[in-house]
């Protein structure tokens, strides 16, 4: 039964948008060599895992879980699954819950929509090379257009405040996820990365028991929970919780340590 090793990718891989350091590409790259499947889980979209995924080896068994598991890719580029919103949602949570002080937007695939602008705008363009911005006060969407994700930037006490603003109508419509102090996200309610997960292991015919998975954030959580969860030694307490085991922080190499010493094996 083949292994799949899923990663997350800012405080699990990257800090600041930092490439792979040596280790922990080694590392990686020995388990592509053996066969063994990857995958990148992100809430980023496809061009923001393709330039991750780019910096290992060339294999056809590297997997891109996108926006939290709305859209998953195989190597070639070739799409698995897709469970999208519509740009109905957005303007609904747009007019719920914008302030001065929040950027709201929308990935479309690859590229990004908003009314607003600055610096979470320019962040997000910048951090995952987005094919296009399109500014909707210039450029009409159909109401029943699908988008990828929506997503809320705002300083983290304005948005530590947001999430308890949030209502439960939109709690029971989307799913709702926590990325970092400053993001709150929003897809569709019937994925997460873990169920990006289950996909690729549906894909590529092994089993949960065969799945280990790395992350530190909430949008990891379920994913920690449901498979071979390592936890970085940054992570969260909660995700801390319900990891089999905890790593070294990401500043410290940590997936490459757990690799190089957990999984020494394989």
Known sequence: MTELFVFDVDGTLSIDNSPLTDLDKREINKLLSHGYSVAIASGRPLCGIKVVLDQLMDSPNKF???ANGAEVFDGNGKQISKHCLKFKDYLHIYNRYKSKDRTIYLYKGNVLASFDKGKFINMEYNWNFMEGFVDLNKVKMDDDEFITKMEIGSEPEDSAKLEKEILPDDWMTYNVVRSGDTFIEMVHKSVDKKTGVTNVMSYIG????????????M?????????????????????KKYAKKITKSVSEDGVGYALSTWFKEY
Do not use: Y
């Open 64 to 66: 891109a879980i996108c």
């Open 206 to 217: 092994t089993t949960r028991e065969h799945v280990h998975v790395f992350g530190d954030s």
């Open 219 to 239: 949008n990891d959580l379920l994913m920690i929970k449901e498979f071979d969860g390592i936890a970085m030694g940054n992570a969260l307490p909660i995700v």
